[in-house]
């Protein structure tokens, strides 16, 4: 049955290899070329949108092309997503730079040619579920016979991280060489810098949400579950319903899901008008700054956050089992910056508490970004192009 599963990746890999080495052997690498890619959404965002802005702007005569395509498992969607991988191919046989922020399948079935770099600029800050390489042994990781044929997260020439404290599990997770990771932070996060951002964002969240104004926020936003492109179905453990009744007018709950959990996610209630599901209107960045405090699981949400120097709470109903599955970098508890709940009373006593203590935050922030200065994207592009 393994091996049957394997046979279409098998045709897809041969078709890459068969399109990139027409690609190499009757074009040229362009020199001014970079090319951003990612399977993670519909448009460009996040790092690559970000560190895209600033090489725009830096240097302008740098030729800039975007691959994204959201796999989708229907027949059709499948082999038009074949091609997609294929097209794909001439780019990346065709670029100075194939930047990309998750695992990327077209670059483990090639060897890059010379003038030719791949460049990884992940799109999980910090260190916290374990990735790549480090599950080899966890239910999450890839299986023995898929890294006997697709080598997962080989070829990067570079890969750019948050701070010099996750290196190590960066180069374990990738098998590459720690004087390849580099500790110039992550582009996304320039967003929490600019002037003016909070006032604006507000704006646009009161005038779809007028009744927000004056509420305090709480926003919940828990991790992925599932594997590659299929989500798991997910029940909120939270009880809401009793949130609403204790917290009263005076707070409101964002729910912000992971853009693969689409479909298969349910609430153990239906509080009208104290919830609102802000991922179909708001991006990531967005309800983080709007937010007072936050609440999450296992999410690398809590890096970015961490910047903005608000309370983090974490609710955990499945620590022995997830870390079973998956586990972490680092112990759990030892390793959050916030208390964590088990029941949804004990945390809305902490809700409560008019001053939290955020200096457990402002820590974590300090440990996990060497720079906090909104000029990630900057230095990274300068780290490319004036080399």
Not at 334 to 343: N, Q, S
Not at 358 to 366: I, N, P, Y
Request: hydrophobic share 40%; net charge neutral; glycine share 4%.
């Amino acid at each position: 049955m393994m091996r049957y599963r394997i046979v279409p990746t098998l045709m897809t890999k041969y078709l890459i290899m068969i399109a990139y080495s027409f690609s190499s052997l009757f074009l040229k690498v362009n020199p001014d070329k970079v090319t951003f890619a990612s399977y993670r959404s519909t448009e460009l965002e996040g790092n690559l949108f970000y560190l895209k802005e600033e090489i725009n702007h830096l240097y302008p005569h740098i030729q800039c092309q975007v691959l994204v395509k959201k796999f989708n498992s229907s027949l059709l969607g499948k082999l038009a997503y074949i091609a997609h991988l294929v097209r794909a191919s001439y780019h990346l046989a065709t670029s100075r730079y194939f930047i990309i922020d998750d695992y990327y399948f077209p670059v483990y079935c090639i060897k890059p040619r010379e003038g030719t770099e791949v460049i990884q600029v992940w799109h999980a800050a910090g260190a916290f579920k374990k990735f790549g390489l480090s599950t080899l042994d966890k239910g999450f990781g890839p299986s023995e016979e898929y890294l006997k044929h697709i080598k997962i997260h080989s070829n990067y020439g570079r890969v750019y991280v948050s701070s010099k404290e996750v290196i190590p599990h960066y180069a374990e997770a990738f098998g590459m060489e720690e004087a390849n990771i580099y500790p110039l932070g992550l582009p996304r996060t320039d967003y929490f810098f600019e002037k003016g951002l909070k006032e604006q964002t507000k704006a646009k969240l009161y005038a779809k949400y007028p009744e927000l104004a004056n509420k305090k926020l709480i926003l919940y936003a828990p991790t992925f579950r599932g594997k590659s492109h299929y989500q798991k179905e997910f029940e909120i453990p939270i009880d809401v319903l009793q949130m609403k009744a204790e917290l009263g007018e005076e707070y409101a709950l964002l729910v912000q899901l992971h853009p693969y959990m689409n479909k298969g996610v349910t609430f153990n209630t239906d509080p009208t008008g104290f919830i609102y599901q802000t991922n179909m209107d708001f991006k990531v960045e967005e309800t983080l700054l709007m937010a007072d405090m936050l609440i999450t699981d296992y999410s690398s949400i809590i890096f970015d956050y961490s910047l903005l120097n608000k309370p983090i709470a974490f609710f955990v109903h499945d620590l022995e089992s997830y870390i079973g599955e998956r586990d972490f970098y680092y112990s759990f508890e030892a390793f959050i910056p916030g208390p964590f709940f088990k029941e949804t009373e004990a945390m809305i006593e902490w809700l409560k508490k008019k001053d939290k203590d955020v200096s457990g935050v402002t820590h974590f922030a300090e440990k996990f970004f060497d720079y906090r200065d909104g000029e990630a994207s900057r230095r990274i592009a300068e780290h490319l192009f004036k080399q």
